[in-house]
């Protein structure tokens, strides 16, 4: 939330390539803007990762996201919840800036609190990583691979449901799901 007020305003307060993806499905960036925003995003989500792993270096899997239960539960409420976590996610970035401009004031508030909502509900049974660096990174840097098929399929299919979901109740033209990219 802190940050979406700090740099929004130079960065677009989207660190997370699933919102980078929604955006330019939604026709909000340009197609030259998506790789150098998802490798800043990936490169930020490994330094972190390997700071974890750097500060503990006997911890098995420090700061992944690991299923809690069989992996197709996760999967499971990862895919429906994708309406829910990275779709709902999704959606609420895509609607701030068309938005009323009182709404508006408080998208860091509204965007926060969807991440803590779905991080309270979702994370101790999925981890509700909601970014798919986030689980991608410290999969890597851990070597732990086994579930992050979960994470990333899940991403990809709540983001492409996000902007269609935004663009069936706006004017036309807001979410251009029509086509992709510019």
Not at 116 to 123: D, I, K, S
């Amino acid at each position: 939330m802190t940050m979406v007020y700090t740099v929004g305003n130079v960065s677009g307060a989207h660190w997370n390539p699933a919102v980078t993806l929604g955006l330019w499905v939604a026709q909000r960036i340009p197609r030259r803007d998506v790789l150098p925003f998802i490798a800043a995003q990936v490169a930020g989500a490994l330094r972190a990762s390997l700071l974890l792993f750097t500060m503990f270096p006997h911890h098995p899997t420090p700061g992944a996201t690991i299923p809690f239960g069989p992996p197709w539960h996760s999967f499971i409420l990862e895919v429906i919840l994708e309406v829910g976590l990275t779709g709902v996610l999704v959606w609420v970035i895509l609607e701030m800036p068309v938005t009323e401009p009182v709404v508006r004031a408080l998208s860091g508030i509204v965007v926060g609190g969807v991440i803590a909502l779905e991080a309270l509900f979702a994370g101790p049974i999925s981890g509700a990583s909601m970014n798919p660096t986030r689980s991608l990174a410290p999969a890597l840097v851990s070597g732990n691979l086994k579930d992050l098929w979960i994470y990333m399929a899940a991403r990809i299919l709540g983001t492409l449901f996000a902007v269609p979901v935004c663009g069936s109740i706006r004017p036309t033209g807001c979410c251009c799901s029509g086509g992709v990219g510019l």
